[in-house]
């Protein structure tokens, strides 16, 4: 299974992107070449890469299957997990906990593992102990989305009637004792960045006390981030990465109370700075869940006709409505994505849907805490969709 183009062929598009391959399922295009062949499992996250999350705990890489939390960095550096995760790497192998990575690769796409690999030699030459550091700097979101927590969303945590503790990441970063200017990248996480204003000060106010080269901002689209354009104008790459799990009611459902009218106009606000600033680019994440399966041709045209690469993500929590699971809602969805025209929305049918066990009662229940949570109903949200409509009727939601 050997192909020449891995590492001998250069496709350079009209905008002097660089790919390794134009026939790939899935054509990513970078500023800079890079494989996504699997030489010898190298996982730059393994070693340069630091998650911060609330309440004060270190994250593993967050594609890892499940998410695991350390108080310490050395906890995490030195546990069993890791050595085991490292020692799989090392033999070629995915291990289980891999498998986000793996589906990609199998499934013909570039998985974060690769797509990481295209900056590591570049952040090598500045420094050889660099970090990427993903931070969540506070909790406070604008939306209750079925798929987040309360330790995540400040709604959330309202609705559920939970109190979670203040949490200040950017506090959290400087107590870790590490060299601040070994940071080159961050990934900064929920909460919602456009409503915090720990995100603002971290990247306006404190900018310096990294050596700074990207940003990856996450955000829910919900509202905009006026002052971008100050890291901007200091040359730092920015990646605005807008997530919609969903378009039109199907979004709405996801991303409770955002409206979709909102937050097309919001991504609009952004391609115009897009067209201003060259360093700033635009791509989309969905995160696949039992809700939404069936509605990926959708949001894969819209992440088009917006011109945005657009990411689709399994999730892989809560237990009850991910895509792996195996019910009435998935089976459906899986139907759909074997339907569609789009190979790389196509490509995914075989990741979901796939456990043994139908799970379809714990599905419901978790679809009715959810939306009593939020006084609303699923089935309002899918006139579009008159066959779930027709399916989840005799569950009676
Ligand atoms: S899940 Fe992927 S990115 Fe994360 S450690 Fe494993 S191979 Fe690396
Ligand atoms: S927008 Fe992000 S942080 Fe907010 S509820 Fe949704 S997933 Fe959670």
């Given at each position: ?28 295009s970078y500023s800079k070449l890079y494989t996504t062949r699997n030489k010898s499992m190298r996982c730059s996250l393994v070693d340069h ?100 927590d309360p330790a995540l969303s400040s709604l959330f945590a309202k609705l559920a009637g939970v109190t979670v503790p203040k949490y200040d ?229």
């Amino acid at each position: 299974m050997w192909c020449p183009r891995l590492d001998h062929f250069a496709n350079i598009d009209n905008h002097g992107k660089v790919s390794r391959c134009p026939n790939m399922t899935y054509p990513d295009s970078y500023s800079k070449l890079y494989t996504t062949r699997n030489k010898s499992m190298r996982c730059s996250l393994v070693d340069h890469y630091l998650k911060l999350n609330a309440p004060n705990t270190i994250g593993s890489c967050h594609y890892l299957v499940p998410h695991s939390r350390f108080n310490t960095i050395d906890e995490w550096q030195n546990s069993e997990r890791l050595a085991r995760i490292r020692e799989s790497h090392k033999n070629d192998i995915f291990p289980p906990d891999c498998i986000r990575c793996k589906q990609d690769e199998e499934g013909g796409r570039v998985s974060r593992r690769a797509w990481q690999e295209q900056y590591h030699e570049e952040w090598l030459k500045i420094r050889e102990d660099y970090l990427r550091v993903n931070l969540e700097l506070d909790v406070e979101c604008n939306a209750a989305c079925p798929f987040c927590d309360p330790a995540l969303s400040s709604l959330f945590a309202k609705l559920a009637g939970v109190t979670v503790p203040k949490y200040d990441g950017l506090k959290h970063l400087m107590s870790l004792g590490i060299d601040l200017k070994r940071i080159v990248e961050l990934d900064i996480v929920g909460g919602e960045p456009s409503i915090s204003k720990n995100v603002e000060r971290l990247l306006v106010d404190e900018v310096d006390r990294f050596t700074l080269q990207r940003v990856r901002v996450f955000t829910n689209g919900s509202k905009v981030m006026r002052w971008l354009p100050s890291l901007l104008e200091r040359g730092v790459a920015v990646d605005l990465m807008v997530s919609y799990d969903g378009t039109g009611r199907i979004f709405e459902y996801s991303r409770w109370p955002i409206k979709w009218s909102k937050f097309i106009k919001n991504v609009d606000f952004y391609q115009d700075m897009r067209e201003k600033y060259p360093n700033l680019t635009m791509a989309t994440g969905t995160t696949m869940t039992a809700f939404n399966i069936f509605d990926m041709d959708t949001c894969s045209d819209f992440a088009k006709a917006k011109d945005m690469e657009l990411r689709i993500v399994v999730s892989s929590r809560p237990k009850d409505i991910h895509a792996f699971c195996n019910n009435t809602l998935t089976r459906i969805g899986k139907a759909a994505l074997e339907r569609s025209p789009n190979e790389y929305v196509r490509s995914f049918a075989g990741s979901v849907a796939i456990e043994k066990e139908d799970n379809t009662p714990q599905l419901i229940a978790a679809m009715r805490g959810i939306d009593a949570m939020r006084s609303i109903n699923f089935l309002d949200y899918c006139e579009d969709y008159p066959e779930v409509v027709e399916a989840m009727k005799i569950y009676q939601i």
